[in-house]
């Protein structure tokens, strides 16, 4: 079946029924406001063992995930699913001061495919939906580090001038508020971003829809994703990221893994907080949630599978 592709300016006229069903009513959004004592308690001990005993399995890498990299503007709720400038290049610069090392999606993967070995303290760095801050905020800094990160792309936004529907924020688009805070990425942003090759870009559904109890929709919307991304940029078999990427909610399932594979994505991420081990089926990788309250310590305990571990055993699982 033929997809037809949209030229760039028209590339963020989404029907009405589509972009109503980017937001469902009961998606989890949002960064948590407050840390209670409990999750203090079990991250302090989990980076405890982490800065004792290292990183907990010897063959494994975590995906870290990102999406706003912005200074929050005054006079607003702060930004959702936000990071600050200064945040970010704090816990990249720390990962890197304690051994950690980034490598691009791509290598991690082809590694895989050929049995190489990857090293433990390796991480990957990923952002969904595609905000202009990647470009005008987190770039200058991954540029500044040398580590390499995906964009997971959603498509129908790309060049819109307007909130992507999928964003919580209620500030979004709001005037006096930045845009490079909420605004979509452009096509030509897209291509500066990836023209020293230290960024990629993967897919993540065109419209960034509900997709849960519709397969069909789902893998067309995809084609149409995949379509965009080798027309425009000249990307072949990218990684795909589930929208919102959950597994108790319906959003990530085997269903979806295989149309993801049947259309030529090379992996397919959820947003589960796992780590990534030898093994695994490289379309159920999980991803750690970077958050604003997150230091390099905590980081590298979950890069290192001890909050996992805590968690699994406080469950009364291996």
Request: charge should be neutral.
């Amino acid at each position: 079946m033929s997809i037809g592709i949209a030229e760039p300016h028209d590339a963020a006229e989404a029907e009405p029924a589509i972009v109503q069903d980017c937001v469902p009513l009961n998606v989890p959004r949002g960064l948590p406001r407050h840390v209670g004592l409990k999750e203090r308690v079990a991250v302090g001990f989990a980076a405890a063992l982490n800065d004792v005993l290292g990183p907990r399995e010897k063959r494994a890498f975590g995906i870290l995930m990102y999406h706003r990299v912005a200074s929050p503007p005054p006079n607003f709720p702060k930004p959702t699913w936000n990071v600050p400038p200064w945040r970010f290049e704090q816990q990249l610069q720390g990962l890197i001061s304690r051994g950690w090392k980034a490598w691009p999606l791509s290598q991690v993967i082809e590694c895989l495919r050929r049995d190489l070995p990857i090293p433990r303290k390796t991480f990957v760095v990923t952002f969904d939906d595609g905000y202009a801050n990647v470009l005008t905020q987190a770039y200058p800094i991954l540029t500044r580090l040398s580590i390499p990160a995906t964009v997971f792309l959603a498509t129908a936004y790309l060049d819109s001038n307007k909130p992507l529907p999928c964003d919580d924020w209620s500030a979004a688009g709001q005037p006096g508020v930045p845009g490079d805070v909420w605004r979509p990425l452009t096509t030509e942003e897209c291509r500066r971003l990836t023209a020293n090759g230290l960024i990629e870009l993967g897919a993540h559904t065109h419209t960034h829809a509900d997709f849960r109890g519709r397969p069909d929709e789902f893998a067309e919307d995809l084609r149409q994703n995949l379509a965009i991304l080798r027309t425009w940029f000249q990307v072949d078999q990218p990684a795909l990221a589930l929208p919102y990427g959950t597994k108790d909610d319906g959003f990530a399932c085997d269903e979806f893994a295989g149309v993801a594979r049947v259309a030529g994505a090379s992996c397919c991420l959820t947003t589960e907080a796992r780590i990534v081990r030898f093994g695994d089926n490289p379309f159920d990788w999980g991803r750690f949630a970077a958050e604003e309250h997150d230091t390099a310590r905590t980081l590298a305990a979950r890069l290192g599978g001890w909050q996992q571990a805590l968690r699994r055993l406080k469950r009364g699982g291996k």
